[in-house]
């Protein structure tokens, strides 16, 4: 319905008021914006940052609509159609259902899950769905998630915990439940869904900044987060999404680290060693669960345990209390789960038998 399309347009506008600020003042010249203006390329890219400055520019000046309807009252229908079309050079135009106005880059709305049903009328021209981008919206009609709201969603809360108190070292426990959020993701998504989003956190420019200057620092929240990439690394080495040589390169230094890291710097309290090794397994257990490939993985697992019982034996031996700490936060469900992938039985895993076994 009209009124129905109206009042979307114009919650959409109103939240395109709320986000407006300096950055987006640049005044209009091409040269001067981001993707040389071309929003296109910006939603490409996926660059939020990027379509809110071109929106706002053109918001300053003229649309191609309200110069189309110009023409028309003044009778100049060829005028009229050129500017609606705005330099489309006689591609087929259709009716975006949500500004009412004819366009050439009406495109269907790309849902992150299956839908029943006919959804062909779901659609949006390249100006609300920049929009929606932005605004990080839902479908209109059938309220489902779209794939951005999915991707930006889990980004930006993770460059939020990296960029905030997590990366000075004071809430370790924030990044190490952003493994409990990709554990929710995997267990909801097809295999096809979580490759593209598992490729999405490894390209992602802002979050490839914020791990580069991790790598630099050789900063603890690395270690922190280490499930998260040891996941992806595992994804990324057995052929489930592909990478650049420099994004693979990235990934595997980052995973390196995490060890490196770990046996350097472990954090000075018990519940990093128990930390470290589930969140190992959490890894393990996601790719078990989702029936993705688990060879790199177990491997990886391996090299964690033996890691979290030689730091503990280097600097909590001595600790009376040590021991009872790490068991009271170690899961032994995590534990047992990949016990036998992992060690071949109970018998030759190291971790269960320095924390769990009768006498340890």
Known sequence: PSGFRR???AALEAQDATATGDDAATGGEPSELPYGGDISAAMKAQD?????????ARKKQKSPAKDAAAAAEDGDGAAASAAEGNGGGGAEQKLCPICSEMRDDVELLEHATSIRGDISDHVACGYCRANMIRTNASCPWCRTEMVW?????????????IGGSAAKGTDHQSLANLLTFWQEYEMTRSRSDLGQFAKDLCTDSSLAAHVKRGLENQSPWLRDSAGLWLRLYGM??????ELDEEESTRLETTVESCFSIFENNHGGHEDFIAAWYQ??????????????????LTNLVQRAGRLTVSVFDAHYSNKSSALGEVR?????????????M??????????WSKFFATGS
């Open 7 to 9: 009042a979307n347009m």
């Open 48 to 56: 939020r940052a990027a379509i809110k400055v071109i929106m706002e």
């Open 342 to 351: 992992v060690w071949g039985g109970a018998d030759d895993d190291p971790v």
């Open 328 to 340: 009271s936060k170690l899961n032994p469900e995590y534990v047992q789960a990949v016990e036998e």
């Open 236 to 241: 990324h080495q057995d052929g489930e999404i």
């Open 149 to 161: 709201r999915n991707l930006y969603g889990f980004l930006d809360g993770l460059k939020g915990t």
């Open 279 to 296: 969140q190992a397994c959490t890894a393990l257990l996601c790719a078990m669960l989702s029936g993705s490939s688990t060879t790199t």
